[in-house]
């Protein structure tokens, strides 16, 4: 209701709810049945009324919302013809560059829909992708690179973290493609605009999700705890944030007698098992500094299998 509608009341009586007859555009008293005001106009959609229209689809009129991620409106014009006989739709005039982005757009949802996406970073996604169109910044590269990258750039601006080796097998494009796409992109971007590093502490709980444990929240604690431990007393700056997120799982897993092996923890965060290993060695060494204080080890720091 408007602010204008809500000041509005009867002076015979002021305390009365006041109804509105939708199809007059009237404001009516129940009590005396006063019309306190006129011509109110109706700010809900409109519906059609042909009484022999028994198919409910598309019943409303005015189309769907403009679409601000394509340069001209979204509008179409619906024909619908007599009873009985095929339904006519005359298309609109679509310019290339819209049609580019449509594309872009639909390739863009069908990526983030295999990376279980939530909207809102889709949405970054897109933005991103129309912003590289504009500019030109990437020409010459191919669409699914654009695309994997402008997602990786919206995950980790929206906090949503993945790493690369997770986007690029649903691009079906490289790394290093995606990685050039990625350099030239954040090269148009301000010191504002551009994304944080990939936090590994975000990366952990998924990957934690995905293999299943036992002690999931306890290991989960742990791994976290490790990684933030590490970046003071182990030389891990070089190092991959899903290395590290892998590394600091399996460390935690040895330490808690959960079985998962090199392989389980591979699979989830597609590391290979001789990085892990590498990364392992170097937290093993300070692996009774790296734990909680309050950490109940079933596997102590000294009996901890060595790479």
């Not at 090269?187 to 990939?198: D, F, M, T, Y």
């Not at 936090?199 to 306890?218: K, S, Y």
């Not at 079985?259 to 892990?276: F, G, M, P, W, Y």
């Not at 060494?285 to 309050?294: E, G, V, W, Y």
Request: proline share 4%; with cysteine.
């Amino acid at each position: 209701m408007s602010r204008f509608i809500s000041q509005l009341a009867c002076r015979f009586h002021p305390e009365a709810s006041l109804v509105e007859d939708s199809r007059a555009g009237d404001m009516i008293c129940p009590e005396c049945g006063l019309v306190v005001a006129d011509r109110i106009i109706d700010v809900s959609s409109e519906w059609r009324t042909f009484s022999d229209d028994t198919n409910s689809w598309g019943n409303s009129r005015v189309g769907a919302a403009e679409n601000h991620l394509l340069g001209s409106t979204n509008l179409e014009t619906m024909i619908f013809s007599p009873k009985g006989t095929n339904t006519i739709q005359q298309p609109r005039q679509i310019s290339t560059a819209d049609r580019a982005l449509k594309r872009g757009y639909d390739v863009t949802r069908m990526m983030a829909g295999r990376l279980h996406l939530q909207k809102r970073v889709v949405d970054h996604a897109c933005e991103c992708f129309r912003q590289c169109y504009e500019s030109k910044c990437v020409r010459g590269h191919s669409e699914n690179a654009i695309v994997a990258a402008c997602i990786y750039i919206a995950c980790r601006k929206e906090g949503a973290d993945r790493s690369l080796k997770e986007i690029y097998p649903v691009s079906q494009v490289s790394k290093t493609e995606i990685g050039r796409c990625f350099s030239k992109i954040m090269k148009g971007l301000s010191g504002a605009n551009r994304p944080k590093g990939i936090d590994v502490t975000n990366l952990i709980p998924r990957f934690c999700n995905n293999l299943n444990l036992t002690q999931e929240m306890h290991v989960q604690k742990a791994s976290i705890h490790i990684v933030e431990r590490a970046k003071d007393l182990c030389d891990i700056q070089s190092r991959a944030p899903s290395s590290l997120a892998a590394a600091s799982i399996y460390l935690a897993c040895l330490a808690t007698d959960e079985r998962k092996t090199l392989n389980d923890i591979e699979q989830v965060t597609d590391v290979k098992a001789s990085t892990i290993q590498q990364v392992y060695k170097i937290l093993r060494q300070h692996a009774t500094d790296l734990f909680p204080s309050n950490f109940v080890f079933q596997c102590p720091p000294a009996n901890l299998p060595k790479p």
